[in-house]
């Protein structure tokens, strides 16, 4: 049962345009979500949060929008870098015991 | 520095031959956890630990075990290693079970497990 949901494996965007990563969950009981950035060879590291009770939350370039009703939370990178390049993933808490990933977006930001 | 510290970076060995890869924290951590990522399966739970002395069964935790003994240290231990365990893990921390986003994750490295 993957409660936590990244349909598309990877996205490919022109440096200076928007990326927009997507992710889809089915517990309505989350209390937060949060975006984690991987580079190769190193382990993920936090990049955003937005708790369930606001819609947006941007730091910097990131941008996290939260659509309740749709379960639906996507990250927009603007404008994109070639140092963004990475997998991306959403995960969500569960009873504090852990964090549920999804399974992660390849993201190539190319010249 | 801040840092989870996990070994080996990376790992070969055979069918059911012990091992046992360490992970340490010196951020005085309480919760404590293990992954392990395969592609298209995200990264998924092996064992956490709340506190010393407490652990408990993740999503995926046949063929795994673990201790607490110090605030510091998890070790992730392979008594009988299988090839399906082939993996890539990754250790992490948390000030406090996760109970906040102020508390993110904090991961190790990984160490990259191939078992023939």
């Known amino acids: 049962d993957q409660q936590v949901k990244q349909n598309s494996p990877s996205l490919s965007v022109q440096e200076g345009r928007i990326s927009i990563l997507n992710c889809d969950y089915t517990?309505?009981?989350?209390?937060?979500f949060l975006w984690y950035k991987k580079y190769p060879a190193e382990g993920p590291t936090f990049l955003i949060s937005?708790?369930?009770?606001?819609d947006k939350n941007e730091d910097g370039r990131f941008t996290v929008f939260l659509n309740k009703s749709a379960k639906h939370l996507s990250l927009h990178i603007v404008p994109s870098q070639p140092g963004d390049s990475a997998v991306y993933f959403c995960?969500?808490?569960?009873?504090?015991?852990?964090?549920?990933f999804g399974t992660g977006t390849r993201l190539q930001v190319f010249p | 520095e801040a840092q989870v510290t996990q070994n080996p970076r990376y790992l070969i060995t055979v069918t059911g031959k012990k091992l046992t890869v360490t992970c340490s924290q010196n951020?005085?951590?309480?919760?404590m956890s293990w992954y392990r990522q395969d592609p298209g399966l995200g990264l998924r739970q092996i064992y956490y630990s709340m506190n010393v002395e407490v652990t408990d069964k993740g999503d995926v935790p046949e063929g795994y075990k673990v201790s607490r003994k110090e605030k510091r240290n998890f070790p992730l231990i392979l008594e009988s290693p299988s090839p399906n365990q082939t993996s890539l893990y990754f250790c992490?921390?948390?000030?406090?079970?996760?109970?906040?986003?102020?508390?993110?994750?904090?991961f190790g490295n990984g160490t990259r497990l191939t078992v023939t």
């Open positions: 995960a969500a808490p569960y009873n504090t015991d852990k964090l549920i």
């Open positions: 951020m005085n951590h309480e919760y």
């Open positions: 992490a921390s948390s000030l406090d079970l996760l109970s906040s986003y102020n508390s993110p994750l904090h």
């Open positions: 937005i708790s369930s009770i606001k």
């Open positions: 517990n309505s009981m989350f209390d937060y």
